[in-house]
Structure formats: C-alpha cells, structure tokens
Nanobody, 120 residues
Framework: QVQLVESGGGLVQPGGSLMLSCAAS????????MGWYRQVPGKERELVAR???????NYAASVKDRFTISRDNAKNTVYLQMNSLKPEDTAVYYCNVLIVPGSTMTRNYWGQGTQVTVSS
C-alpha cells in the first residue's frame, strides 16, 4: 500500500501565499516524478507543476514565476510554494506520485486533494 497525505490548503486573500506538502508512505520501491495538479468543477484536472527525481521541473504557464515545486527524496515528500496567489488559482489541488514498483511497470498514486481558495 502507498498513501499520500496532503496538507497546507486553505483560504487566502489575493496576493497571499500558501505552502502545500505531500508525504508518501507505504510500500515504495522508488519514486520517479512527483507533481501537483488542480481541478475546478466541470474542468479537466490540469498539471500545475512537476518535478523529476533529478530535480528538473515543469510548470504550467499560468503559475510559472509564482509557484515553486521542490522535493525531499529522503522524506518522500513534495512541496508547492505558492506566492502571489490569484482568484483563478482557486481549485482542489492534488498531489501525484509516480511509483516504480518493478523494472517494467509504474503506478500513479493520488493524494486526497486539498482545497485552495483565493478570495478577498
């Protein structure tokens, strides 16, 4: 079993900041990529940021220069520092972890989701 526990969501005013964290635990052989996605009702879940084990990152254009993704491999944890938040950042944020349980297979795991609301 692998479980992801998210924390850090909440209500903030425009221009504010939040720090999300996601810790993976359980039967982990190795973790490849880790990332954050978000979803608004009626819309597809979209990539916010992703980080490879090497440290290479990808960001959605809408959050680049405002959000920073990082990871602590020793703790199997991924973080998302969100600055200069905008109302359009309001969504449920989901942690995603790509596990490599075997040499020829991979498996995605999702966190429970945490609500981020940006409103004055």
């Amino acid at each position: 079993q692998v479980q992801l526990v998210e924390s850090g969501g909440g209500l903030v005013q425009p221009g504010g900041s939040l720090m999300l964290s996601c810790a993976a635990s359980g039967s982990i052989f190795s973790i490849d990529a880790m990332g954050w996605y978000r979803q608004v009702p009626g819309k597809e879940r979209e990539l916010v940021a992703r980080i490879a084990r090497s440290g290479n990152t990808n960001y959605a254009a809408s959050v680049k220069d405002r959000f920073t993704i990082s990871r602590d491999n020793a703790k199997n944890t991924v973080y998302l520092q969100m600055n200069s938040l905008k109302p359009e950042d309001t969504a449920v944020y989901y942690c995603n972890v790509l596990i490599v349980p075997g040499s020829t297979m991979t498996r995605n795991y999702w966190g429970q989701g945490t609500q981020v609301t940006v409103s004055s």
